[in-house]
């Protein structure tokens, strides 16, 4: 193939590109990504809504709650903006290991990937703090011990630890693409994939603080 | 980059080995028929349910041996308790809802169909695929484990309305271990749908092949499709629902409990929860969730029509495609015509009661579509079209309950009587099956490679539409005098004149799945001893019938398709392949 | 891949630290004492403002096909919408509870 | 022929639905209520418009399988295409829906938008499993605090009043059927002891859940005498289909005689 | 085959002694039983029973056409005998009593239970009949945690009669019917013997080795009462309780 001919083959694939799966020729895709991400952003969309849903079902409990305790102190509060800063650097993280992995860095791009994970075991690790301190103070998933409504307990520890449960398994999801990544099973577009889950977990932080947390101040 | 891609994601070759081909196979093929069988095994199950149902109620003192076999404590003796009764009504709809009627002509079809019509060689994400299939089946073997407890399964109804549901054992039998089960197994096959319903968007949305527009894509595919979106959104709900409900039975929080509950003198220990709010939730999701029923449905029939009529529908592909998203969307905001009399705010039941109406819009233009795509069509009494056909007889008539049901003064009085049971096993219980009857009949020669008998299948569909007829519309009808549905024996005054329509009612319920009995008899047969089928045997233009029946392991063979037509080249006895190159010829 | 027109590593880290900003604001609205319903806008607000910065940003919608942002935006939201109307019961259970 | 069977099996089925509408074979039992006839009224208009598109859809449905079942020649499409049906879907359902929806609002509005007449008996209602009971509040008027720990059915203390200590609670009558006065506006409050459950009286035209945890009142007014039936329609466990009480409409003079002989029981 | 032949021969040579052992063993103690009999009394103003109305279920009230069914809480004979109370011994059991080998019945009449308070041995069976032309169902609810497992269970016109045995002890275990909320039974689940007063207050242990005990009367209203007595062998012992209205 002489230089001239690959020019013209690459400004013909710029008009109308071809996207081969198995070897057959397929219908361009409307989005123009990967179809892991997209997958990815279908699964975003409905685990939005799940979160919604427990966070619609903590506004429901509130509004119709006479007395609700407000237990987080200044400690608490520090400790949430803490985590939360923790989560939103991992997220930055994330990216330096996607930026690395679409430059076929490798070794940068799993350096990444590792301090994002060790955020997420710290921020895990802060949490469970938080929910420990609740737990000795008597708070229960049923049980108010000031006295107000008992939906404080239920809705706290559902909704974080269903957090909790997309960070821990974010982690762990994370560990497999290193180890397929270091063993070239695994290219760049798995770790943009596992990246999109990431930053999900953080946005959903990024309501779960606010309205769990600071709504909770006292 | 992409090119990089492409060689990463290995070829998939043909597993070897019984277990990677048939149990644990990731080949949409086998997943389709595996969905199908479970959902063939499911309604089985339910409808000996209703038999066992409907026995008891027009002869409440009917010994049946085998009941009282299966559950020594449900029904002593044979004699069926009203616990048992509401245990077996709770299961029937929770085994009809979910198993069959989104499980069929959703997941079943759609997992063998929707990549050979897009002419991809597999789902976007087999292993999920897979995933998805074994989940949902570990819901259902969760649900009939209910059976086999000691307390035997849950009575509140597929709707399972808390705090009947979420208090536990205090509240009845069957609410203790039973209840924990179908939560445990309705949260199963929520995850399950989200998967499947993820695959099926990425799979039309990327895997189409050269040629294959979004315009062009069949029908059946585009139903699929819309209602992937539906199941994505709803299903994300109803999982909370489960999740919090479970919570409320084994971790003592109070949801959906509210302060001062009695039972059985004992205060409960929960407060501050609200009923309502597992009614909204239940609802958010159960409303989209007739939808997800019916508009694969709606896509069945519209797909297989053009067939049969020789034309393409009236309004070609995009009216029937934008009622559908009409429908699609509007669903989500219509669930509290469910709880007019709930004790939900009777402002908001105006809220609700104009979208619902307002759905109606896009149905009649649906059915509008069908009833006129009949106008000057060369029609064919293939056993697919027959259903079809009664799919829209029957969709008509169960629409029509809808009108009553819509506004909350009418609503009012017709809440909770048969009159609902009946307009619901219309619309979403007999309009789904009829479709999925179609859809079967259709694809049964690309399923298996052998035909079905055509006399066989004609009786089948006669026997059911007048006995689909005979019982649901005199169910509807009685609704009128206020009979309650939920109810396991009528010992009201104004029920006991029912009785007589009851055991008319029972009567035909029996022939009905009686007749049943003739298409697992045809299914069976034929699947072994039918005619060998060819590729096309009816004449069709989709990228299924483009290949062998069935289908090799990756569908085409490593063909390269190129098409050039929507679905509709219909012309009288003429139709052309979506990839033929030839000039169109659907002009009428 | 349209990485040519992405922001540099740096400009990532500035968005990060106006998102921590953000929260920030957050963190002094609530010291404010304002009432319950007051904050809990006022919070949201802030909360979307920074969610619609990570799903342009961080989540590189902005440089994908304008058709993903219309796919999930609307899809996600109409949900979020309709949940709203579960709340005029929450106001109904605090006002005709059975047990004061 | 297949085609002509199918026609006929539809139009018979469309006859035989339209003679048990048209000739009330199920209907709705003879409304009592002040209230209920602009539901009554509300509902046969529905099925006017309903059943004509019942009708209709049938039939032509009927007639196009028949006229078109056995045709050879070249299929045609309708004249003017999908256009008209859209249009037909649009205006003709459309005005029927607004026009349903405007007038059913108000059939609504008459018993949930308007607040109760304040001279209205005071019922207190409280539905358990699987029976309702009934409380008047007696000479004083007022209600006697429930204390749902005091519920203790064996001893026929069914709301969990506290008689010994609580004077509003001493004059409450308890019955187990509820008998109400003709032509004097009622009012309810319904309330639940432990699940859901439903008010339902056929004849009055009135049904409405209990929800566990709140209060949720009901107003009417009976127009005649007679012994009705209230039946539960919220599924509420295994004595679901069992769970009902009596609705006694009285003269007033009958309605006081039997208020005393309740009072006495106590 | 010879072994086994020897086995099933010790076997069941073993089996006769064991089974004269405890044949023995019973009409020793029958030989030397006491018996206690006594009088329960109520002190004060009988409460008033409530009369029940059972219009829900027509099927009941067709029972009670003629005086309504009242509740059970209290009933007291015309001498002023308190029925309904359990006696049964609380202490000085010697552990190997033997159990009723006849099971006891227990009746659904007229929506009502029969007998309203029944006494029953750990281990003795329990038999629940539906005479009514209606549902019931039958719900003991016995403390949570404390041995005895809670049922529900449904009898229909026609079903089969309910069998039940109780593994401990328990004074006393409520028996309610969900359909009919008004309906209420207590269950005394006791070691060793018992007794019931019945409307003239009178009641009677039998089969008492002699010894001292403590004897606990129990009324579902009024709590229980103890007192001990000494039997000697053979002898009748009369004890009498007396209960005070609130």
């Known amino acids: ?76 509060i520090a400790n949430g903006v803490l985590m939360t800063a923790i989560l939103l650097s991992s997220s930055l993280t994330m990216l330096a290991a996607v930026r690395a992995s679409q430059a076929d860095d490798r070794s940068s791009a799993k350096k990444w990937l590792g301090v994002t994970m060790l955020l997420g075991v710290i921020f895990a690790a802060l949490h469970l703090r938080e929910w420990f301190k609740l737990i000795g103070e008597g708070w229960r998933l049923f049980y108010n011990p000031t006295g107000g409504a008992a939906q404080f307990g239920a809705t706290f520890f559902s909704v974080t630890g269903l957090h909790l449960t997309h960070v821990v398994t974010g982690v762990i999801a994370l560990a497999f693409v290193v180890r397929g990544y270091s063993q070239r099973r695994y290219d760049q577009s798995h770790v943009e994939t596992a990246g999109l889950y990431w930053h999900f977990v953080d946005l959903v932080w990024m309501f779960v603080f606010p309205l769990m947390y600071l709504m909770n101040a006292h | 980059m992409a090119e990089t891609m492409a060689h990463a994601v290995a070829h998939h070759a043909p597993p070897q080995g019984f277990i990677r081909k048939y149990v644990f196979s990731i080949d949409h093929k086998v997943i389709g028929i595996q969905y199908t069988t479970l959902s063939l095994v499911a309604a089985f199950v339910g409808m000996a349910l209703s038999w066992a149902m409907r026995i008891h109620l027009a002869w409440p003192d009917m010994r049946l041996p085998i009941l009282g076999w299966l559950s020594p404590n449900g029904a002593p003796g044979g004699l069926m308790t009203p616990e048992y009764y509401l245990s077996l009504m709770t299961m029937h709809g929770t085994i009809m809802a979910f198993f069959v009627l989104t499980a069929a002509p959703f997941a079943g079809f759609g997992n063998f169909m929707l990549p050979i019509q897009v002419g991809a060689a597999d789902m976007a994400f087999p292993r999920l695929n897979m995933a998805s299939f074994w989940v949902t089946f570990t819901g259902f073997l969760l649900a009939c484990a209910t059976f086999f407890i000691p307390d035997g399964p849950p009575l509140s109804g597929w709707t399972a309305y808390a705090p009947l549901s979420a208090v536990g054992s205090v509240a009845g039998p069957g609410q203790g271990w039973g209840q924990n089960l179908w939560g445990l197994s309705i949260a199963l096959f929520c995850v399950a749908s989200l998967l499947g319903s993820l695959n099926f968007i990425v799979t039309v949305l990327d895997l189409r092949t050269k040629g294959l527009k979004m315009s062009r894509l069949p029908l059946s595919t585009w139903a699929w499709f819309i209602d992937a979106w539906v199941s994505l959104l709803a299903f994300a709900v109803l999982l909370p629902t489960c999740l919090l409900l479970v919570l409320d039975r084994l971790g003592g929080t109070s949801f959906f409990i509210p302060g001062g509950l009695v039972f059985n003198d004992q205060l409960q220990p929960h407060s501050g929860g609200s009923p309502l709010l597992f009614q909204h939730l239940f609802w958010f999701f159960g409303h989209p969730e007739v939808y997800i029923i019916i508009l694969p449905a709606f896509g069945l029939v519209s797909h297989i029509m053009p067939t049969f009529i020789g034309k393409p529908l ?87 309950g809808g009108f009553f049901l819509a506004q909350p003064s009418t609503d009012s009085y017709l809440h909770a009587t048969s009159f609902v049971v009946g307009h619901f096993h219309f619309t979403m219980g007999l309009s789904a099956i009829f479709a999925t009857f179609a859809g079967f009949y259709y694809w049964f020669p690309k399923m298996f490679g052998r035909m079905m008998n055509e006399k066989l299948g004609k009786l089948h569909f006669w026997l059911s539409f007048i006995g689909v007829y005979c019982v649901f519309i005199t169910m509807q009808l009685t609704g009128m005098s206020g009979a309650v549905r939920r109810y396991s024996a009528l010992v009201d005054d104004f029920m006991v004149p029912l009785i007589p329509a009851y055991r008319f009612m029972t009567i035909a319920a029996l022939l009905l799945g009686a007749a049943q009995f003739i298409f697992l008899y045809n299914v069976i047969w034929s699947r072994f001893k039918g005619p060998k089928a060819p590729d096309n045997p009816w004449g069709a233009t989709t990228l299924e019938w483009d290949t062998t029946s069935p289908p090799p392991f990756d569908n085409f063979g490593g063909r390269q398709l190129v098409v050039h037509h929507g679905p509709m080249e219909y012309d009288g006895d003429e139709s052309l392949m979506q990839t033929s190159p030839e000039p169109s010829i659907a002009g009428t | 891949m349209s990485s040519n027109r992405e922001l540099s590593m740096t400009s990532y880290v500035g968005i990060g630290v106006g998102l921590m900003m953000i929260v920030g604001l957050e963190v002094v609205l609530t010291l404010q004492h304002l009432t319950p319903r007051t904050l809990l806008f006022g919070l949201l607000t802030l909360a979307s403002m920074e969610a619609f910065v990570a799903i342009m ?44 | 022929m297949a085609g002509k069977i199918f026609a006929a099996i539809v139009v018979l089925v469309t006859l035989a639905t339209a003679y048990c509408v048209i000739a009330h074979v199920w209907w709705m039992p003879v409304d009592i209520s002040v209230h209920g006839p602009k ?101 004083d008027g007022t209600f006697g605090a429930l204390h749902p720990e005091l519920i203790n059915e064996g001893n026929q203390n069914f709301f969990g009043i506290d008689t010994d200590h609580d004077p509003d609670a001493k004059d409450d009558i308890v019955t187990a059927e509820m008998a109400i006065p003709v032509n004097k ?51 509420c466990g295994l004595g679901h289909y069992n769970m009902k009480a009596y609705l006694s409409v009285l003269s007033q003079a009958d309605y006081d005689d039997w208020l005393k002989k309740q009072a006495a029981m106590q | 085959m010879k072994a086994v032949a020897k086995i099933a021969a010790m076997v069941s040579a073993l089996l006769v ?54 509740a059970e809480n209290v009933v007291v004979g015309p001498n002023g005998g308190l029925a309904n109370v359990v006696v049964y011994i609380s202490q000085g059991l010697s552990g190997n009593e033997s159990v009723a080998s006849q099971p006891v019945k227990m009746e659904q009449k007229g929506c009502q239970y029969f007998p309203h308070v029944l006494a029953m041995n750990v281990g003795q069976h329990l038999t629940v009949l539906n005479d009514d032309k209606t549902a019931h169902n039958i719900h003991p609810e016995p403390k949570p ?35 009919h909320p008004w309906m209420r039974a207590y269950i005394a689940v006791v070691k060793g013997p018992f007794g019931v007063s019945n409307e003239s207050g009178s009641f009677k242990l039998d089969g008492l080795a002699a010894g001292t005990y403590t004897l606990t009367a129990w009324h579902e209203t009024y709590g229980t009462q103890t007192q001990t007595v000494t039997i000697a062998a053979g002898k009748p012992v009369s004890v009498d309780f007396t209960f005070k209205a609130k």
């Open chain 5, 145 to 179: 945690g404390g041995g005895n497992i809670p049922w529900n269970k449904s009898q229909m016109e026609g079903s089969p009669a309910v069998d039940a045995v109780w593994s401990t002890p328990e004074v006393a275990i409520p028996v309610k019917c969900n359909i």
């Open chain 2, 314 to 400: 009236v309004g070609g592909w995009k009216v029937i495609t934008f009622s559908e998203i009409a429908v699609g969307t509007l669903s989500f905001v219509v669930w509290g015509h469910h709880m007019f009399v709930s004790g939900m705010s009777p402002y908001m039941a105006m809220v609700f009661s104009v979208p619902t109406l307002f759905i109606t819009i896009p149905s009649v233009i649906a059915v509008l579509v069908w009833v006129f795509s009949l106008y000057g069509a060369n029609i064919r009494f293939d056993t697919p079209m027959l259903y079809s056909l009664g799919f829209i007889s029957l969709f008509i008539t169960g629409g029509i």
């Open chain 5, 17 to 70: 002694i064991a089974a004269g052992l405890l044949y023995s063993s019973r009409t020793v103690s029958a030989a030397a039983q006491g018996q206690i009999t006594g009088t329960i009394k109520l002190d004060g103003q009988v409460p008033h029973q409530k009369p029940i109305d059972m219009s829900k279920d027509p099927s009941c009230a067709q029972t009670h056409t003629g005086a309504p069914a009242t």
């Open chain 3, 57 to 100: 940003y961080l989540m590189h919608v902005k440089y994908e096909q304008p058709i993903l942002f219309w796919t999930i935006f609307p899809a996600t939201l109409f949900v979020l919408i309709f949940l709203c109307y579960f709340f005029p019961d929450a106001f109904r259970m605090f006002s005709m509870r059975l047990i004061k």
């Open chain 4, 39 to 139: 539901i009554d009224q509300q509902l046969e208009e529905t099925m006017l418009v309903a059943g004509l598109l019942f009708v209709a859809g049938q039939v032509v449905l009927a007639a196009f399988v028949f006229l078109y079942g056995g045709a050879k020649n070249r299929p045609k499409q309708i004249p003017g295409g999908a256009k008209y049906l859209v249009l037909f879907a649009f205006l003709i359902v459309g005005a029927e829906i607004l026009a349903l929806s405007f007038v059913g609002s108000k059939a609504w509005g008459a018993v949930y938008f308007e607040a109760p007449d304040p001279n209205s008996l005071h019922i207190d209602v409280q539905a358990g499993q699987f029976a309702y009971y009934f409380r008047y509040p007696g000479p």
């Open chain 1, 1 to 76: 193939m002489n230089p001239t001919e690959l020019v013209v083959n690459e400004k013909l694939a710029s008009i109308e590109p071809e996207r081969k799966e198995h070897g057959i020729v397929m219908e361009l895709s409307p989005y123009g990504v990967d179809k892991k991400k997209l997958g990815m952003w279908m699964f975003i969309v409905s685990d939005a809504c799940t979160f919604a849903a427990f966070l619609f079902a903590y506004g429901y409990m509130r509004i119709g709650a006479p007395v609700w305790g407000t237990p987080f102190g200044p400690s608490s």
């Open chain 4, 185 to 235: 506006p009622i009012l309810l409050t319904l309330h639940s002891k432990d699940v859901g459950h439903s008010f339902d009286v056929r004849e009055l035209r009135v049904q409405q859940d209990f929800v566990p945890g709140l209060i949720i009142p009901i107003h009417f007014t009976a127009t005649q005498t007679g012994r009705f039936e209230i039946v539960c329609t919220q599924l």
